[in-house]
Nanobody
């Protein structure tokens, strides 16, 4: 059974940090890219970061570049998202997803085409 389980969300003040984890099982982790997406109330799901476990390339959206860092521990089948300098506009449910390929259109990571999804973890940044 394929599983992606996010953890590490919570409530943090603006300027603070959180580290999200995405624990994967049930598929060939090393052959997939893992992406982080977020969705705020009333907004579309936004792709913010991605790492290719087969090659190590990374992607960041302009909204998080310089503040968030994605990393992967292939021995633990886990991807992390270190989030620093958090802002109230970072408040959202954060999802991780796995894809054999990823779709980046007009410089934006797209959610369609990802093969597996976690259920999400809520990040709330207070002002």
């Amino acid at each position: 059974e394929v599983q992606l389980v996010e953890s590490g969300g919570g409530l943090v003040q603006a300027g603070g940090s959180l580290r999200l984890s995405c624990a994967a099982s049930g598929f060939a982790f090393d052959d997939y890219a893992i992406g982080w997406f977020r969705q705020a109330p009333g907004k579309e799901r936004e792709g913010i970061s991605c790492i290719n476990n087969n090659g190590g390339g990374t992607y960041y959206s302009d909204s998080v570049k310089g503040r968030f860092t994605i990393s992967s521990d292939n021995a633990k089948n886990t991807v992390y998202l270190q989030m620093n300098s958090l802002k109230p506009e970072d408040t959202a449910v954060y999802f991780c997803a796995a894809g054999g390929t990823v779709t980046i259109v007009a410089g934006t990571l797209r959610p369609y085409g990802m093969d597996y999804w976690g259920k999400g973890t809520l990040v709330t940044v207070s002002s």
